[in-house]
């Protein structure tokens, strides 16, 4: 089994000396790879999440990738109708190439409605427009020059150009549970899910493999772990592998940075052997 960590890009402990410390420790304790999330403006009493400070996910990764040299550099996830498909495409391609071919880009529709609202973007579309948006990213990477008609985003792209193109195509994982979702994630190369039950992660993994077979498509899980709860991760990761979950990314809530790189250590420890 393959093993992430999530960056301290997120609350109090964010910060570019956290993040350039976790990201070192976790190439050094043998991780496959280190991730970030976005949220990008949020409602100010809101439940969820319990934290307005997400540092950008793209540049906190290039930051990263900056300070190690063989850890992925993955997305848990980027809200993709949210941003204009060219300029990402351009960004991703960036660090794909500053990175030496290490990017995943997990993907997701979005779910704050008020989120949409402040940027402009009709909730009601999210999933038509990231569809849209995954093909004209796609579309960029690959064709120079490049012709592409949308009907969704609001683009006019007629033998033009965009470089750099990525040195190595980028995967995309698609997060959610959702039946659009899982639709979604089997066109593409891997489904990303987040704090999804054991039950539930047998059943999902069943319908991804009898329709995705082939070593290219890659089914991956987000879980929640902490300083209490992580010494008995080593049996719901055995449990996860024996369902068919091939990557799990711990994603430690711990507050303190010294408390986050203690729960990393102990996470890398219980997948040992998995």
């Not at 410390?21 to 949220?39: C, P, Y």
């Not at 997400?54 to 993955?74: E, I, M, Y």
């Not at 033009?160 to 190369?189: C, E, H, N, T, V």
């Not at 986050?260 to 998995?274: M, Q, V």
Request: a positive charge; glycine letters at 10%.
């Amino acid at each position: 089994m393959q093993l992430g960590i999530h960056l301290p890009h997120i609350g109090r402990k964010a910060g570019p000396g956290n993040i350039r410390r976790a990201a070192i420790r976790a190439e050094e304790l043998g991780f496959n790879d280190v991730w970030v999330s976005e949220h990008i403006i949020v409602p100010k009493d809101g439940a969820y999440p319990p934290s307005p400070n997400f540092w950008d996910p793209v540049l906190t990764l290039t930051w990263a990738a900056a300070v190690t040299s063989r850890v992925r550099l993955g997305t848990s996830v980027l809200v993709l109708p949210l941003r204009h498909p060219l300029p990402l495409a351009k960004e991703l391609a960036t660090l794909q190439n500053l990175s030496g071919g290490r990017l995943i880009l997990g993907a997701g529709v979005g779910w704050l409605e008020q989120e949409f609202d402040a940027l402009g973007v009709p909730f009601k579309e999210r999933g038509r427009r990231m569809d849209e948006g995954i093909a004209m990213m796609r579309a960029v990477w690959s064709q120079d020059p490049v012709t592409f008609d949308s009907k969704w985003i609001p683009a006019r792209i007629e033998a033009m150009r965009s470089q750099p193109q990525p040195i190595a195509p980028i995967p995309i994982w698609i997060g959610g549970s959702s039946d659009a979702a899982i639709k979604r994630a089997l066109r593409l190369d891997g489904w990303h899910g987040s704090r999804v039950r054991l039950d539930q992660a047998a059943e999902v993994v069943k319908r991804l493999r009898a329709a995705r077979a082939d070593k290219g498509f890659t089914i991956s899980l987000r879980v929640s772990c902490n300083a209490d709860n992580v010494g008995g991760m080593h049996d719901t990761l055995r449990a996860y592998s024996d369902a068919g979950v091939q990557h799990v990314m711990a994603a430690p809530d711990d507050r303190d940075i010294d408390t986050y790189l203690a729960t990393a250590e102990a996470f890398r420890r219980a997948g040992e052997g998995l």
